[in-house]
């Protein structure tokens, strides 16, 4: 079955740090892959989404991730983080049927001064 | 264009009680979802649509049911509320160009 693993459920960086969250994805094809960001009581915000073309993705709010096939991924990043940008994300793909998105468990992003 | 909406944003129900969640989007999209979130677990696909008429079930259905009378609106019910199914709700609704659009999410609690 397709899965999305998230191997950080928490990360602080400092801030005006580099970020970089990490999302590995199972999946026999070409995946379409995602990045939502949820801040605390609010819904899910789409950053980035990669289909296909080049594998390096610009996203909102300056974040930008990069599809490798050969290793599964699809990490996020940003080379200064923000104390906005505080908040929870979550990988995705969609799966195989073309009918859902399946999500990581998310990784909790913490800033400090 | 308000996108995704869903109502109620809160509800607190007690054990055995049912509900109808209600999701209405304005963008003619064919598919439409339900998830629900849990700390922890990130999203968790519940049923969705592939247009009107037509629903299937997700990862975790039991307990659930839904329907999608009409292709702008789906409806996520729970027929006998359990203490288990104190989550957060979300509904989303996506279309051609592979955009996913999401509702801002109910909070349910059930005592």
């Known amino acids: 079955a397709q899965s999305v693993t998230q191997p950080d459920i928490h990360i602080t960086v400092s801030e005006g740090a580099s970020l970089e969250l990490r999302c590995n994805y199972s999946?026999?094809?070409?995946?379409?892959l995602f990045w939502y960001v949820q801040s605390p009581g609010q819904g899910l915000q789409l950053l980035l989404k990669?289909?296909?073309?080049?594998?390096l993705v610009q996203g909102i709010k300056g974040f930008e991730a990069e599809f490798k096939r050969s290793q599964s991924s699809f990490n996020l990043r940003k080379p200064s983080v923000h104390w906005s940008d505080a908040a929870e994300y979550f990988c995705?793909?969609?799966?195989?049927?073309?009918?859902?998105?399946?999500f990581g468990k998310g990784t909790t992003l913490s800033v400090s001064s | 264009n308000a996108g995704v909406t869903q109502t109620p944003k809160f509800r607190v129900l007690k054990t055995g009680q049912s509900m109808t969640l209600l999701c209405a989007q304005d963008?003619?999209?064919?598919?439409m979802y339900w998830y629900r979130q849990d700390p922890g677990m990130g999203l968790r696909l519940i049923h969705y649509?592939?247009?009107?008429?037509?629903?299937a079930k997700g990862e975790v259905p039991d307990g659930y049911n839904v329907s999608r009378l009409k292709k702008q609106n789906f409806l996520l019910g729970l027929e006998s509320a359990a203490p288990s199914q104190t989550s957060v709700y979300f509904c989303?609704?996506?279309?051609?160009?592979?955009?996913?659009?999401f509702g801002s999410g109910t909070r349910l609690t059930v005592v």
């Open positions: 989303a609704s996506s279309g051609t160009g592979y955009g996913y659009t």
């Open positions: 999946y026999g094809a070409t995946p379409y």
């Open positions: 990669y289909f296909s073309g080049d594998t």
């Open positions: 995705a793909v969609e799966n195989q049927a073309g009918t859902a998105l399946i």
């Open positions: 963008m003619n999209h064919e598919y």
């Open positions: 649509s592939v247009g009107e008429g037509t629903t």
